[in-house]
């Protein structure tokens, strides 16, 4: 049997393992398996698929989306350029395992953001500066969106969040929540930015999908924004990986 499967730790509950399941019983797909490896360690790796040529692909999310990146033969432009990898495709060359990386995190935010944008998102705040804000700024240098990353601390961004002013966030129309802030249980969270300068040319992009309405969103929502989660893009970048692991070679 093929198999395919998630790495990362902790691995509580899983967006990937439910979806391709899903996908697997939707499509009638019977000799393909899908699970959860916690790995705590990253050198453990090599033994999966070492031991089990079953495995022609893995889903990578933190605290390994850069450690992992040492294991592997190749990267997609994307993911060398990000340094990052959320998708590794294993193809058996010489009865020896080929790994290549990818980022389809770059893919599913551009392509869920793009049909949001509007002629006055050219400036963007970018909250956080973690592992999934690194796809984020891939993209927004792609469209050509100046940014600013917004951190705690000001050696790990441009600003830091006392440095907001309501006159600065009115002055950037599109705003990306890329921290943790406000993910299930913790609802009531939100980032401590100035909502009062959001107004109806906003557009607010949180890459939190659950809960679906974030205090973030829903806050600037209150004030007239657009506003996008990060369900979609999570579902865009399943398809590819889908795409990636499936492509002939």
Same mark, same amino acid.
């Given at each position: 049997m093929k198999k395919l499967g998630l790495i990362g730790y902790p691995l509580g509950h899983s967006f990937s393992k439910k979806f391709y399941r899903e996908k697997f019983e939707r499509e009638n797909i019977t000799d393909l398996h899908y699970d959860l490896y916690p790995m705590e360690d990253i050198s453990a790796f090599p033994l999966l698929y070492e031991r089990d040529p079953g495995f022609y692909g893995f889903n990578v999310t933190i605290?390994?989306?850069?450690?992992v990146m040492r294991f592997l033969? &190749?990267?997609?432009? &994307?993911?060398?350029?990000?340094n990052a990898v959320n998708c590794v495709q294993v193809r058996w060359q010489g009865g020896k395992p080929y790994l290549k990386g990818f980022n389809t995190d770059?893919?599913?935010? &551009?392509?869920?953001?793009?049909?949001?944008l509007k002629p006055q998102h050219t400036d963007a705040l970018v909250l956080g500066n973690g592992g999934a804000a690194q796809a984020v700024f891939y993209v927004l240098r792609k469209l050509d969106i100046s940014f600013k990353i917004v951190s705690r601390s000001r050696n790990n961004g441009d600003l830091t969040y006392a440095d907001l002013t309501?006159?600065?966030?009115?002055?950037?129309?599109l705003i990306i929540n890329c921290s943790p802030v406000g993910t299930f249980p913790h609802i009531a969270d939100a980032p401590a930015i100035p909502y009062a300068g959001i107004g109806a040319e906003h557009l607010l992009y949180d890459l939190i999908y659950n809960p679906e309405e974030t205090a973030f969103l829903k806050r600037g929502k209150e004030q007239g924004a657009a506003i996008k989660n990060g369900h979609e893009m999570l579902v865009l970048q399943a398809e590819k990986n889908w795409e990636i692991w499936n492509e002939e070679g």
């Open positions: 605290p390994h989306k850069r450690n033969n &190749e990267f997609s432009p &994307e993911a060398a350029n990000i770059a893919f599913g935010f &551009e392509q869920s953001l793009r049909p949001h309501e006159d600065l966030i009115a002055s950037h129309k």
